[in-house]
């Protein structure tokens, strides 16, 4: 089986996305606590009223609740995303937090959107984004599950984000095309079946196939 590239590889890899993600978080959750932190601490100029001050939560204590409440969040967006199958790829305006993204993770993005210099197009792109790379952990950790109506759902609506997903440079045409094998080999059992729906697949990346039939 030859590949022939049509179309140059995209600059971004998904390396690049996640490192720089990573770091998104981290200022986020940064911003979360020092933000907690001010709406929890007394006002100094106010006069005291009792000798015995009401009892305070504990530095430790507020940072335990967020923590907590950020692992909760980040699970419950993890549960959305498994269960965003047959959809249609994200496109236009969004106004919305969707539920397969966190709040520290959707902050964190607007954050990120408002420095380009189209936001709206550049949150909507990072939202796709986050939709397909949740939904290939998802689907890569469900690889020995006997669930193979949920993986196989998820199979489906990656097969069919991939060509956004590039355009979005959330992966690169080379890795596309590696994901596309994986996801329809899963998929199809058949070897010349399956060898014609990955050159059909990759054709809406920009990649041709030479398919030659099993004897």
């Known amino acids: 089986m030859k590949i022939k590239n049509n179309n140059r590889s995209l600059k971004r890899s998904s390396i690049v996305f996640f490192i720089g993600f990573i770091g998104i978080i981290s200022v986020g959750i940064l911003i979360w606590f020092w933000l907690t932190s001010l709406e929890t601490t007394p006002d100094n100029t106010s006069e005291v009223k009792s000798k015995t001050p009401p009892t305070l939560p504990t530095t430790e204590t507020i940072s335990s609740a967020i923590a907590n ?57 990072l939202v796709s984004n986050m939709r397909f790379n949740k939904q290939m952990e998802i689907w890569q950790s469900l690889a020995n599950s006997a669930d193979q109506t949920q993986r196989h759902a998820l199979a489906n609506q990656l097969l069919n984000d991939i060509p956004n997903a590039v355009s979005n440079q959330a992966i690169d045409q080379i890795e596309a095309q590696r994901s596309q094998s994986e996801l329809v080999t899963d998929l199809i059992k058949d070897p010349n079946t399956r060898k014609n729906r990955i050159a059909k697949e990759a054709l809406r990346i920009g990649v041709k196939l030479d398919i030659q039939e099993s004897p």
């Not at 305006?93 to 959107?113: K, M, N, T, Y």
């Open 69 to 125: 409440d950020i692992i909760i969040q980040q699970s419950q967006s993890v549960t959305a995303a498994a269960q965003a199958i047959s959809t249609k790829p994200i496109e236009g305006i969004i106004s919305g937090r969707p539920d397969f993204i966190s709040e520290i993770e959707w902050q964190s993005l607007r954050l990120v959107a408002q420095r380009n210099q189209n936001p709206a197009q550049e949150l909507t792109r």
